[in-house]
Each structure stands twice: as structure tokens, then as C-alpha cells.
């Protein structure tokens, strides 16, 4: 009998014990950032042009990285590594961005500060030569968070950014894509969308994304790039992301919030979370998936997508620093 | 010695019980419906005006019951009871939609489909008279979910709705609510939005909203009706939800979502759900608050709102219904 009831109990304590929050001690990083450049392909990038890539995504991360280094702001960070990639005409952002069905660029960016949940955004916009600027006017100068087309346009006019034609935005190889798109009656993929999220000394994260959104669009498709809340969120307590994908998926899964509310509302990780969204929800809708970016409180970063390759960099105040475009082990 | 053990053991066996979730029997309804149009004011409505609302907030709701009492979809009753919001020129949504400081109407409009998640929205439309019939052909014909500006019309177009001048949306009322805020140099509160959200028998649960957007608006700005997890949100398997009031707050906080995920992640009832966010984040925020109307699953309605008023109605298949402007103690 006694032994019985001692089991019992001990199978009681171990019950228990395990409702308890196993807590792992976390190392808190004094900065953090990364960085995406679109996801998406069929297949992996050769070793030589993803050597070239690099280049590329280590300059803009630098951008970033030594704001947050000499102490500066994460919405600076967030701000300055996406002008830098909106200015590369490799990526589908500003300079580059993909070419809308009738030949032109129709463009969108969105910015969050996660220390007092602002935002801002820009849809549509023309000739704009840095969208994400445009996005953070909106959040500081205005009562509004989104602003579309002209009335956009006006306002960054009004702000002084500098204006530039239509034309500005186009290179031969996006010019390339709309023709063979064109021939085949077809929307290209969303790839090459860029976005950065940062976590500074002042424990603020911000997150800021920025899009030329799917070659070939028309009737003024707007993806999830300038929805707070589908590709872009911060909270300073919780997790900063930005997006890169089939837009249309983000916005009907409100997927940035999403990774906010399984680790806010559910207790999950930042890696448990973005793996639950982009595995057990995006990859399972008819669609070309993606991937997001993703900083917790804490500094962790995490990069979560279901295509073959993403554009990505990240550096941590702790040393640990990278740039790949396929999927890498340590990941 | 036996003692102290039964004592153990049933001190466990308590905590043991405690953990499980007591769920009190719910009472599932056949089909139920609630509709909002509009939600502000600094001061509760003359009884009076309140009687003449209701009657067109009860024929407005008898347009969707009608569907869901004689097996329609829940999809079909929040497209037309919106469609009826819209036409009704005391709403701020379709006809008697407020103007832009400029003169002119932008109207946005969105809706969901809660059993495969499609969503369908256009923003800053000129020119189409029933903007959500817009939103349910993005979500049906197109695989996109949001469209803007010229383009959404021009896709409404091609799909034969109904294309009316903007004049057409312009009521003396409105009219004259923009001369005094010019005067004022001031931007209106956002009043009148109108939405809908039902269950139908097949325990599809669908929602909607439709807006003028906020008087005197300029720069193209777009609030949360047109976006998916801010505004409007439909999940079978949670609940649906259709917002009205400061468009800004609800962007930034993705109201709909985030009440969808204090439900699903966080085991929170509707009512407690919809109460956290409207009282502990959206009230908390500067700015002119709003409501949210919202049925679960089982066809439970909640109306929560932060204001004085909030036009609104609501039918249940077990009876219970009503329209009310001001509170009401049965809420």
C-alpha cells in the first residue's frame, strides 16, 4: 500500500513538475539585425552567383550594423539597410523593382516602430525613389498609417523626397522578365522584396519592408509588403519581422502578427512560432510560399522559409554574423 | 504518516483537476447574424433619432436573416446586408459616404470567407457603386486580395458591375460636414463605417466591412476597413469579426487577427477577447476608439464598443434580436 501511494505521488510531482516553464537561461544580445532580399526559385543558386549576392547583402547589412554598433536607433537601422536596397538594382525594391503588366513600377513599403507601435506605410506609389522613407514620413508626420497612389506621391512631395520618373525604377533584366511574362499570359513570382528588422542598445526593434511586388501585375495588385500586420510588425516586447512571398498568403494569414500572437498569446518561441507559420500554415496553402525575418526581445534571430532559396544576412552583437541565399546548416 | 500521503494526493489530485478545462455546455445556434454602421459620437443619441436609425439598421438585418433563415451562405448575407449599408445614404459607406478634402469620395471595402480563408478588398475606389461586390470578385476572380485605385475599377469594370460618377455618392449632409471641418482645418472622426458578420447553417462564417473612410481625408489615406486581420476577419473554426472606428488603431493593433488569436491561442471567450482589445489596447491608445462586432462559432454575438454609440443589429436562430444606437444592458 505504501509503496503504491509513493508512486502515486511521485507520479503526481512529475506531472506537475512538467506544467512548469522549463526556462532556459538567454543570452541577451546588446544589438541585433537581419536582413532579407526576396525569397523564392526553383531551384538552388550556383555557388558563383551566390558569391555575388553576398557582396551585396553584406554591404547593406554593414549599413545597419553600424548604426546599431555606434548606437544608434533600430528605426535608423531598419530605414537605412532598406534605402540601400531599394537603391540596388538587384533586388525588386525601388531601383529594380519587377514591372506591373501595362510596363510600368507601382511600388509599396511599410515601417514599425516597436517601442510605441507606430507605423507607416506607402501603396502604389510611382515616383518615389525610396518608398520606405515615404513609409516613415507617413508614421512621424501624419495621423495616418497607409497612404496609396498620388495622394502618396503628393505627400512625399510635399516632405521634400526626392522624385523621380517611372523610368528611373527600370532595368533590362526586369524589362526581360515582363516580356518572356507577357508571352507566356502569366504573373511572375513575388521574388526579390526586401526588408530588415533590428533590435538596438535601447532595447527598441523595428522592422520596415519594401516591394516593386509580382512582375506582371495589373488592376493595382497590392501584396502584403505595405500591411502592417501581414509581412510587417514590431513590438519591443514581444518580436520584430518583416516578409518576403506570395503576398496574397501573408495577408490572409495576417502571418507577422501571427508570429506575435503564438509567442505573445501561446508561449511558443520565436523558432517554434515562425516554423508553425510558415510550415503549418503558408506551405500548406496553394501558393509559392516565402519566408520571413524575425527578431525577438532577447536579440534571437531567426530566418523561416519554405522556398528553395532567400536572400538573407544578420550580424549579433555577440560576434555571430552571416550572408547566404541557400539554406546553410547552422540554421 | 497515512494521513500527511492522502492529504498529498488529493492536494495533487486538485491541482490535477484544476488544470483541465471546465467547458460549460454551449448552445450552438442554426444560423446568426449582427450588422454595425458606425460607432463614435460624444454623446448618446436623442431616442428620437435612435428610432430612426433602427429602422433602417432592422431592415438592413432583415436582408441578411432572410439569406441565412432560408439556407443562404453566410457569404451571400454579408454581401448584400453591406450592399443595403451602402445604398443607404445615412451610413458612411457607399452612398453618403464622407469626402475627402478635395471634394471627392474614396471608398474601401473588404470581405472574408471563413471556411478556406479567401479574403477579397479594394482600396481608395472612385467610381463603383457597391465596393464590397468589388471585394467578393477580387476574392472570387482574381488570385489576389487586395486591388487600388484606378485599377479595382477597371477590373469592376471588366466584370460588369455597376460604375456611377462620383457625384453620385455626395448627400448634402456630407457635404456640409466637410465645409464646417474645413473651416475647422480639422480631419472628422471615423463614423459610419458599416459591416456585417454571419453563420450560416453549414457553419460557414463570413465578414465584411465597407467605409467612406475618415471626412476630409487627403494624401490617398486608407484605413483598416479594406485590410484583412485589421478590420474584417472570418475563420470557421474561430470567429468572424468586422470593425468600425479609428482606422489607425486598428491597423497597428490588427484588431480582427488579434482577436481571432486571443481565442484560439490563449483560450479566451469572445466576449473576452473582444473586451481586452477594444477596453485594454484600442481605449488605451490616443485616438477616437470604435467597435467591433463579432460571432464565434457557435454563433454567439458580441458588440463591443469604446464610444458612446455604435449603430448596430443582430439576430440569432434561437430568437434573440434587436437594434440599438446607444448601449443597452442586455449587451
Redesign the interface.
Known amino acids: 500500500m505504501h509503496k503504491k501511494?509513493?508512486f502515486?505521488?511521485l507520479a503526481?510531482?512529475m506531472?506537475?513538475s512538467s506544467?512548469e516553464e522549463q526556462k532556459p537561461t538567454v543570452q541577451k544580445e546588446e544589438w541585433s539585425i537581419v536582413l532579407h532580399a526576396g525569397a523564392g526559385g526553383s531551384q538552388l543558386m550556383p555557388k558563383d552567383t551566390e558569391d555575388q549576392y553576398k557582396i551585396f547583402l553584406n554591404e547593406a547589412l554593414t549599413v545597419g550594423k553600424t548604426i546599431l554598433e555606434n548606437g544608434g536607433s533600430a528605426l535608423d537601422a531598419v530605414e537605412q539597410t532598406v534605402v540601400y536596397l531599394e537603391n540596388c538594382p538587384l533586388f525588386n525594391a525601388g531601383k529594380g523593382a519587377v514591372m506591373t503588366m501595362d510596363g510600368r513600377h507601382e511600388l509599396d513599403a511599410s515601417i514599425?516602430d516597436g517601442s510605441n507601435?507606430?507605423?507607416g506605410a506607402v501603396?502604389?506609389v510611382t515616383d518615389i525613389k525610396n518608398p520606405v522613407k515615404a513609409a516613415r514620413l507617413v508614421m512621424e508626420r501624419?495621423?495616418?498609417?497607409?497612404?496609396?497612389?498620388?495622394?502618396?506621391s503628393?505627400?512625399a512631395r510635399e516632405q521634400g523626397l526626392e522624385i523621380v520618373p517611372n523610368s528611373y525604377f527600370t532595368t533590362e533584366g526586369k524589362k526581360a522578365e515582363l516580356a518572356k511574362l507577357l508571352e507566356q499570359h502569366a504573373?511572375g513570382e513575388p521574388h526579390g522584396t526586401v526588408g530588415c528588422v533590428a533590435l538596438d542598445k535601447n532595447g527598441n526593434i523595428a522592422a520596415a519592408t519594401s516591394t516593386g511586388g509580382m512582375a506582371g501585375k495589373?488592376?493595382?495588385?497590392?501584396?502584403d509588403a505595405p500591411?502592417?500586420?501581414?509581412s510587417t510588425?514590431a513590438n519591443n516586447d514581444v518580436v520584430g519581422v518583416s516578409s518576403t512571398g506570395h503576398?496574397?498568403l501573408w495577408?490572409?494569414?495576417?502571418v507577422a502578427?501571427?508570429i506575435y500572437?503564438?509567442m505573445d498569446?501561446?508561449g511558443l518561441s520565436l523558432k517554434e512560432a515562425a516554423h508553425e507559420v510558415i510550415w503549418n500554415k503558408i506551405d500548406k496553402?496553394e501558393g509559392s510560399g516565402g519566408g520571413v525575418i524575425c527578431i525577438d526581445k532577447n536579440g534571437e534571430i531567426v530566418m523561416e522559409f519554405d522556398t528553395k532559396v532567400m536572400n538573407r544576412a544578420w550580424a549579433k552583437s555577440s560576434g555571430e554574423c552571416g550572408a547566404a541565399v541557400n539554406p546553410v546548416v547552422s540554421e
Open positions: 501511494l509513493i502515486l505521488i503526481c510531482a506531472v506537475l506544467c514599425m507601435l507606430m507605423a501603396a502604389g501624419t495621423p495616418h498609417v497607409l497612404l496609396i497612389g498620388e495622394g502618396a503628393a505627400f504573373q495589373k488592376w493595382g495588385r497590392v501584396g500591411i502592417i500586420g501581414a510588425i503576398g496574397e495577408i490572409r494569414q495576417s502578427h501571427d500572437a503564438l498569446y501561446k496553402m
